[in-house]
């Protein structure tokens, strides 16, 4: 064959532009040379489960990566929905990492453990180190930050973004030393405390090249200006605390400071935001393409006013109380926007507290044709809306539906709502991320098993007749990676009977459903490519009978083996040759 | 001059009887429903507010409105694990109650020279495009003068400071101005032409 007369420096220089994985595991798979050349010039891995392979697998077989990306718990325990000590711990990666990858750069890490221990041996590891991103992650404290900003030479990026750290001292930010000028980017909005203010006014000084900067909440106001003079090159801007006394002084300072930052692209922050501010960032409105105003308590007509003014907005995330007159007011305003997120201001009130309904994701669907990304919380839903929906928008990619109250029926109707979400599977052929909710029946499973065809991620609550809805979708979904469910009638006889699927996707979850002991233990025979673990708090699952329903069910592929760091609630089903004892 | 209105209304909490008021007519003394309730809000502590202050923001506890359900619905479901499915970052930052603002906010105009001050609303002039415009076009009839070179316009902030009328945003002088001052003689010309 003519491979084998193209020499290894071509090849890999041909590699080098393949950025994408999937690509990249084409390639390896061509021949054992291309696999040779391949793993020596991959730079980038990105390991979407960090018990699906070990650590000194990776580095064995990828010896000079760059950058490391790794996301440990499911998506659900971002609810609370997997105890405490469940897992995800980047311990035993950093200890194989640090030996391996010297020239480490990049490290970004989701819903992970992440001690204090870790950070400091990330910062005494890795000479070249420079961008740290942590998305909610927790364990570690400020002094692990501490520990990066001081031994992190080069460090261009620090984002701890929605991370749980707890807050020991301010002073960590002082340990950035005076010669350090790197920085592009500092996230540290989910900090609680504040932060010495002169240091931050001093880092953000020094470094020129500062793009991304937002501050926690306990970074005042008036002290706002200070830092936005020093950074006007600043393209992403979040606020600390937008609540001062009204003064004039204040506001004309914020003015005159934003009207200097002409690249700004993105604004966050905005808590206790009080409205008499807004209008000293109206300057920079039109150039604003995200707009994060979740936390921000506006209602109109000031919350309308802010947003009409960004006429170029491609992201918002807000609050309820942008209302459908609110939303009604951006689909002729803002003709550019893709994703919006409408979160719920007061998610456990018996009432709803604003008038926020169907009519304003509508109006939304029906005014902006770029529209592809959707989460929405809302009260009440139609088949009608839905359907409306779904005809407007056939580009729709990310279909995040929650309607508060579970099994809330079709308001309209008072029937379920599997038409309306039938419809959108059926339109929106493009479709890779669908949750549902309200009253649905085994019939909005048929209709998402015969058309989700692209469907990569779902989230099921509270939905489901019988076992043939769960069916329907592990015999339908052909793209389907992650799979989450809680509170189904689901049971043994669709898993079992769907088991190869398991192997082809990345994870299943399932809680609060109706599988048994017994089909756990089965699964677990039968599919050596998976680690089927029961998560169960009431003690050992071999203390009740086995037809019992488990807890929780978190079933996924590895490479890896069986998980060596299990706490005492969590039970991998043995594998048929496997001697290991799992009790 | 325009005839006098003498209004008093039983529950305008901070009415002294012996206070002679004069209301531009056709329009109602009224105090404020429920005002807004927002957590962490500081511009209500004065440091060093005028001892007339305004009408107080007090609630009248008989007066909620149906905006304000949230404090007075039912308590909240048993709540499910993990339902709605809401970070728990975010369940904490949500306000307490939305209420209706005040509809009126009346200050104090005096007039140098003139026997006895008047009392205006600015929240009539809260929904043009000009609102320091109109407010002159009223301050003018009110007293049966002219803006020009004899008068200027200035008003009292938060602070006890006199601001000339029209440097800042109509939202914010709303929100900072405690009473207006229409000056004259050499005091007038010194500040010159108003900034509106």
């Known amino acids: ?583 | 001059m325009e005839g006098t209105h003498h209004h008093v209304q039983s529950d305008d909490l901070n009415f002294k009887a012996t206070e002679l008021r004069l209301g531009l007519p056709g329009t109602e003394i009224t105090t404020s429903s429920s005002p807004k309730i927002i957590i962490n809000i500081n511009n209500n502590n004065n440091k060093r507010s005028s001892p007339d202050n305004n009408e107080s923001e007090e609630e009248d506890d008989n007066r909620v409105s149906s905006a304000a359900k949230s404090i007075t619905a039912p308590a909240p479901k048993a709540q499910i694990v993990g339902w709605p499915p809401v970070r728990s970052y975010r369940k904490n930052n949500t306000a307490v109650v939305v209420g209706e603002e005040k509809k009126t906010e009346y200050v104090k105009v005096s007039m140098d020279g003139a026997p006895f001050l008047r009392k205006i609303d600015l929240k009539l002039y809260n929904n043009n495009k000009n609102g320091y415009t109109e407010l002159l076009n009223g301050l003018e009839k009110m007293f049966n003068f002219k803006i020009g070179s004899e008068y200027a316009t200035a008003y009292e902030d938060k602070d006890g400071d006199l601001m000339l009328l029209g440097d800042v945003p109509w939202d914010m002088f709303m929100a900072t101005c405690k009473r207006l001052r229409i000056m004259k003689g050499s005091d007038a010309r010194g500040l010159g032409a108003s900034a509106v």
């Open chain 1, 1 to 583: 064959m003519a491979y084998s007369l193209i020499p290894e420096e071509v090849l890999e220089h041909v590699f080098s532009f393949l950025s994408s994985d999937r690509d990249r595991n084409s390639v390896s798979s061509v021949c054992k040379s291309w696999y040779e050349i391949e793993r020596w010039c991959r730079r980038r891995i990105f390991i979407g489960n960090c018990y699906s392979v070990s650590a000194e697998m990776v580095t064995r077989r990828f010896p000079e990566v760059r950058e490391v990306e790794i996301k440990g718990k499911p998506h659900f325990a971002d609810f609370n929905l997997v105890p405490e000590g469940w897992g995800g711990y980047v311990k035993p990666w950093i200890r194989v990492m640090s030996g391996a990858y010297p020239l480490l750069e990049e490290m970004k890490l989701k819903r992970m453990v992440v001690t204090d221990e870790c950070l400091d041996l990330i910062s005494r590891s890795f000479n070249n180190f420079k961008v740290l991103v942590l998305t909610s992650c927790e364990g570690f404290t400020t002094h692990g930050l501490a520990s990066i900003a001081a031994n992190c030479r080069n460090l261009r990026e620090l984002d701890l973004r929605e991370s749980e750290v707890e807050d020991l001292s301010g002073h960590w930010l002082s340990h950035f030393p005076d010669n350090c000028t790197s920085l592009v980017s500092l996230n540290i909005s989910c900090l609680g405390s504040e932060v010495s203010f002169s240091a931050l006014e001093r880092l953000v000084t020094r470094c020129p090249n500062l793009r991304t900067l937002r501050l926690n909440r306990a970074v005042p106001l008036d002290k706002l200006p200070n830092l936005l003079q020093r950074a006007p090159q600043l393209v992403e801007l979040g606020t600390g605390a937008c609540s001062a006394e009204i003064r004039s002084d204040i506001f004309s300072n914020l003015t005159e400071a934003f009207l200097a930052c002409k690249k700004l692209r993105a604004l966050s922050g905005f808590w206790d935001v009080v409205p008499a501010y807004l209008p000293a960032m109206y300057p920079v409105c039109s150039g604003i393409t995200s707009l994060n105003l979740s936390y921000a308590i506006v209602q109109s007509p000031d919350l309308g006013k802010l947003v009409s003014q960004c006429i170029n907005l491609q992201r918002l995330w807000v609050l309820d109380y942008i209302e459908d007159t609110g939303l009604e007011a951006l689909s002729l305003s803002c003709k550019d926007l893709q994703e919006l997120r409408v979160f719920p201001s007061d998610p456990f009130g018996a009432e709803p507290n604003v008038s926020l309904t169907e009519k304003g994701l509508v109006s939304v669907s029906e005014g902006c044709p770029k529209l592809q990304s959707v989460l929405y919380f809302c009260h009440q839903m139609s088949n009608a809306a839905l359907i409306t929906i779904a005809k407007n928008r056939p580009n729709l990619i990310r279909f995040r539906l929650c309607i508060i109250e579970p099994h809330a029926p079709d308001y309209l109707t008072l029937g379920p709502l599997d038409t309306g979400f039938g419809a959108i599977v059926e339109n929106c052929k493009e479709l890779r991320r669908l949750s549902l909710s309200g009253l649905l029946t085994d019939r909005v499973f048929e209709y998402i098993g015969t058309h989700a065809k692209k469907l990569e991620m779902l989230s099921i609550a509270f939905a489901g007749d019988s076992d043939l809805g769960l069916h329907h979708v592990l015999s339908g979904c052909e793209s389907l990676r992650k799979l989450e469910i809680r509170d189904c009638p689901f049971g043994d006889k669709a898993l079992l009977a769907n088991a190869a699927k398991l192997e082809t996707m990345r994870s299943l979850w399932m809680s609060s459903c109706s599988v048994s002991f017994g089909a756990c233990k089965l699964l677990g025979k039968k599919l050596p490519g998976l680690n089927v673990e029961v998560i169960d708090e009431r003690g050992h699952p071999g203390s009740r009978p086995e037809s019992c329903p488990v807890e929780k069910l978190y079933i996924y592929r590895t490479v890896g083996g069986q998980r060596v760091d299990t706490p005492d609630f969590v039970w991998t089903m043995e594998k048929e040759e496997e001697v290991l004892l799992t009790e």
